[in-house]
């Protein structure tokens, strides 16, 4: 099994529409990382969230950290065709010597 | 992205073959890693590294080997491919502060 996983693994919105994907570890968080993925290209990082418990948002995008689950979310609102692509979670589990692990990755459709 | 390139960007090769990999960083940072991207998956962590000649096993280490011999380079070595390792490896670096880690554009290495 996943020391992290995601879900949900696919998404199909219509545009317009909130998604929320989640993040959950088997082990205690450090940091928790965000990325997106287009098809066949590399990473882009969106944001970090830091062992304690924190919020983020950027643009349309909000992160959340539940340290008490364990769990983080990414919230997408009023989601458009530019969101689409592999959304992925990384994350630092504490005490493995800066081990950067990721989850199994949710691919985001939204039809116009 | 800035900072990491990986090359090649592209190889195919046949089984039983010799197959290494290159990441190359010019911002001298501590810590490297090498990842394999396959569907389902997300990303999986085969090595990684936290200085000069020191590094460690990741998630699925089995038939890959690495080198580290100066700060900016992180070589991943398949001493003899096999078709199981068909598939898209990412090197990435950890950045400072929140920035997060920072991924190379890919290397798409198919083993015929």
């Known amino acids: ?112 | 992205d800035a900072g990491i390139t990986q090359s090649p960007r592209h190889k195919v090769t046949e089984t039983g073959t010799p197959v290494t990999l290159r990441c190359h960083q010019t911002e001298n940072h501590r810590y490297m890693y090498w990842y394999r991207q396959d569907p389902g998956h997300g990303l999986r962590l085969i090595h990684y590294s936290y200085g000069v000649k020191d590094t460690d096993k990741g998630e699925v280490s089995d038939g890959y080997s690495v080198s580290r011999s100066k700060t900016e380079d992180f070589l991943l070595t398949l001493e003899s491919a096999t078709s199981s390792q068909t598939s898209v490896y990412f090197c990435a670096i950890k950045g400072q502060g929140n920035y997060g880690y920072t991924f190379g554009s890919g290397t798409r290495l198919t083993v015929v």
């Open chain 1, 1 to 112: 099994s996943q020391e992290l996983e995601q879900s949900p693994q696919s998404l199909i919105v219509q545009e317009g529409k909130n998604l929320t994907i989640n993040c959950t570890s088997s082990k205690t968080l450090y940091g928790l990382y965000w990325y997106k993925q287009k098809y066949g290209e590399g990473l882009i990082f969106l944001m970090m969230l830091q062992k304690g418990g924190e919020e983020k948002s950027h643009e349309k995008i909000t992160a959340k950290l539940d340290e008490k689950k364990q769990q983080s979310s990414l919230h997408i609102t009023a989601s458009q065709p530019s969101h689409a692509g592999i959304y992925l979670c990384g994350a630092d589990i504490e005490n493995q010597g800066g081990k950067l692990i990721f989850g199994q990755g949710t691919e985001l459709s939204v039809k116009p």
